[in-house]
């Protein structure tokens, strides 16, 4: 009896399985996705990268989710994302990421990690001083400029306009003529980077009037004067105490306009009808007489005259003339010569030798000055 149970059931074993190779129903399918990349990594300067999310079967619906972020977008396209990430301004590196799953739950979620390079820090240098003051008459302002990045000038004011040499690293400042009776002040600011990533410095700028400007100041009539003269009226030598009158002497002399800020016309110096160029230094605020020119129209020169006891020697030097902080007094810086006891100045001819010979008289005078020089101011 019981072995003809075992050969009923494996003759039942049997029929099912025949039934179960011969059924029509779909095989098992491992559903399955995959990415072409899983990371997305960019420059500081931004750009965009694509990955493909190919799903298995590909009638397999998937999404993506992210946190909100401001620095970078997705968008997707059939099977494929596309991610874009906007310049990176700050030095600081940036991280995000995007998970694909499925909403059925058929697959295990993937992550694409997303990254960005933080900017260089931006580096800035300038030649500029921190303070500059422009001319009263309209003047301009040069400097170099160096940076990483993309630089740029603003002033705070109309009455100066920039212009900028990106190639040659240069910018310049032009302030217009103040034609007001008031110094008037601005700021300039050089700017390097963007966002976070920015520098900035800045230049105090001013400008004086016209009434307050150097040049204008030295203009006018001037006295040539001096605790003590050593003087000559025959070609010797002569002490005397106190000043010359005026009829003695031809002491005033007139400063007058040459051209701007380059020269200065000294008429009548030392001689009735001399016209004496002098160079003028705006960075001193000073000018210099170069001793050793034609006067007027004989053959007459003017020189440094250096004395020593009875004795002259002569040379053809430049004198620098310094004026005081309010411009009523000017002094000649007169240089020191070894050998010699002082350096004055006078007038001297050719005689008929063609030697050098001294003027003495009231309308040639020769003065040696014994004590230190000054032009003081008479009128403007």
């Not at 075992?6 to 996705?33: E, F, G, K, N, W």
């Not at 212009?163 to 009776?181: P, Q």
């Not at 040459?258 to 605020?285: H, I, Q």
């Not at 004055?344 to 030697?355: H, K």
Request: charged share 20%; hydrophobic share 35%.
């Amino acid at each position: 009896m019981i072995r003809k149970l075992q050969h009923l059931c494996c003759a039942m074993l049997a029929l099912t399985m025949m039934v179960a190779c011969s059924t029509d129903d779909d095989p098992i399918v491992v559903r399955s996705i995959s990415l072409s990349s899983h990371a997305a990594v960019f420059g500081a300067e931004g750009g965009s990268t694509t990955i493909d999310i190919v799903p298995y079967p590909e009638t397999m619906a998937w999404e993506s989710r992210t946190e909100k972020s401001e620095w970078f977008d997705i968008n997707i396209s059939g099977n494929s994302m596309t991610i874009t990430a906007k310049a990176n301004t700050s030095t600081a590196a940036r991280r995000g990421e995007v998970v694909i799953f499925s909403p059925e739950g058929d697959f295990e979620q993937e992550t694409i990690g997303i990254a960005q390079e933080g900017a260089t820090a931006v580096a800035l240098s300038h030649s500029a001083a921190e303070e500059h003051r422009f001319d009263s008459e309209g003047d301009k302002y040069v400097f170099n400029i160096a940076s990483n990045y993309e630089w740029r000038v603003t002033v705070d004011v109309n009455w100066i306009s920039v212009s900028e040499d990106y190639d040659g690293g240069r910018a310049t400042l032009v302030a217009e003529a103040n034609t007001s009776f008031a110094e008037r002040s601005a700021t300039a600011t050089i700017t390097a980077g963007e966002g976070d990533n920015t520098l900035s410095t800045t230049i105090s700028l001013s400008q004086g009037t016209h009434d307050d400007n150097p040049y204008f100041k030295l203009l006018g009539k001037w006295e040539i004067t001096a605790d003590k003269w050593l003087y000559t009226t025959n070609g010797s030598l002569n002490s005397m105490d106190g000043s010359p009158s005026a009829s003695q002497y031809y002491l005033i002399f007139d400063i007058e306009e040459g051209e701007y800020n380059k020269t200065l016309c000294m008429r009548n110096f030392l001689y009735p009808g001399t016209s004496l160029e002098v160079r003028y230094d705006p960075a001193t605020e000073s000018f210099v007489i170069p001793f050793g020119w034609s006067v007027y129209a004989y053959e007459v020169f003017l020189y440094i005259t250096l004395v020593s006891g009875n004795q002259f020697s002569y040379a053809a030097l430049e004198v620098p003339v310094v004026p005081s902080g309010d411009y009523t007094i000017l002094t000649p810086k007169m240089p020191s010569v070894s050998g010699y006891n002082y350096v004055g100045f006078g007038l001297w001819a050719y005689d008929d030798n063609g030697e050098k010979e001294a003027f003495g008289s009231n309308m040639y005078p020769t003065m040696y000055p014994m004590s230190n020089i000054k032009f003081i101011k008479h009128t403007n």
